[in-house]
C-alpha cells in the first residue's frame, strides 16, 4: 500500500560553485566525494531527491536533517536512498522508489513510499 508520493525540482546552477562547507551541510561525504565534474546537476538531482523524500513521508524536513538521507546508485545506476541517523526511524517499515533526472536548467526527482509486506 503506498503511504506517500513526493516530487521536487531544483535549479542546478543553485550549486555552481558551493563550498564544501556548505555542501555538507545537505550532503554526505560519500555523496560530495562520488560527485562528476559536471557536479552541478548532481547535486541538484540529489537535493530534489531529499526534498521529495520529505514529501513522499509527509514530515516535509522536520524531525531530521538532510545528510540524513543519502543518495547512492547501484552497479546499473539505479538510484537508492541510504538513511542514517533520525532519517533512518522515520523510514523504518517503508520501501521506496526514486527516480530523478536532469538538464542543463533543471532537476527533479520522484519518491514513492510504501509499506513493507
Known sequence: MIRGIGIDISDPRRFQGM???LLSR???EREISAAPVRSDEYFAAR??????FAKAIGTGIRGFSLPEV????DDDGRPFFIFHGR???LAAGLRFHLSMSH???AAVAVV???HEE
Do not use: D, G, P, Y
Not at 537535493?47 to 521529495?52: C, D, I, L, N, S
Not at 543519502?70 to 546508485?73: A, L, N, T, Y
Open 47 to 52: 537535493f530534489a531527491a531529499k526534498e521529495a
Open 103 to 105: 538538464e542543463r536548467n
Open 112 to 114: 514513492v513510499a510504501e
Open 26 to 28: 545537505i550532503f554526505t
Open 19 to 21: 563550498e564544501h562547507s
Open 70 to 73: 543519502e543518495v547512492s546508485s
Open 87 to 89: 532519517a533512518e526511524k
